[in-house]
C-alpha cells in the first residue's frame, strides 16, 4: 500500500535521474518485505509519503527500511531510487544481494496517488540494481489492473 501525495522537484540531489527536468518525484519511506508475508521475506511491503518523520540519531530508518525518490519511467516501469545513507549494511546485503532485488510477491499502489486513478502493482521478480553515487536504482515492471 501507497500512503501520501506527489512532490514535484525542479532539483533532484546528484546522481538522481533527470536532474533539469521538472517531473513529478515522491519521497518515501519503504518497509522491506512481502505484503503477503506480514513484511517478512523480499520486497516491498509499504510506501509511506511524503516523508514526515525525523531520521534518528544514527541517521537510519531501521534495518527492514530505507528513503526512496520514486518515479514513474514509462507506463510499465516504475523506479525506485534507494538513499544509501539511509539504509543500513545488513540492509543492503539482505534486499540488495549480488546487485539484484528480488520481489516475492506483488505490491499494489493506492489508485487515488496516481493521475490515471488506475491500480499500479510491480510484479514480482528478481530485478537488476543499478548502482550510483548515493543511490542503489531499482526499474520495476509494473501492470495497471488486473494481472496480464
Not at 546528484?14 to 520486497?43: M, T
Not at 520514486?70 to 516501469?77: D, I, N
Amino acid at each position: 500500500m501507497i500512503q501520501g501525495f506527489p512532490r514535484k522537484r525542479s532539483e533532484q540531489p546528484n546522481g538522481a535521474p533527470q536532474r533539469q527536468a521538472v517531473q513529478e518525484v515522491l519521497v518515501a519511506d519503504v518497509l522491506f518485505g512481502s505484503p503477503n508475508k506480514n513484511c517478512a521475506g523480499a520486497g516491498i511491503c509499504r510506501v509511506t509519503a511524503p516523508v514526515a518523520q525525523e531520521m534518528s540519531t544514527e541517521g537510519r530508518w531501521g534495518c527492514h527500511r530505507a528513503v526512496a525518490l520514486v518515479r514513474v519511467l514509462s507506463p510499465t516501469a516504475i523506479a525506485f531510487h534507494f538513499v544509501i545513507q539511509s539504509m543500513c549494511r545488513k540492509a543492503v546485503r539482505q534486499y540488495f544481494t549480488a546487485d539484484h532485488f528480488l520481489v516475492e510477491s506483488p505490491f499494489e499502489f493506492q489508485p487515488d496517488y496516481w493521475a490515471q486513478g488506475s491500480c499500479v502493482r510491480i510484479k514480482p521478480g528478481l530485478y537488476p540494481v543499478v548502482r550510483s553515487g548515493d543511490y542503489l536504482m531499482v526499474a520495476f515492471q509494473y501492470g495497471n489492473g488486473i494481472w496480464e
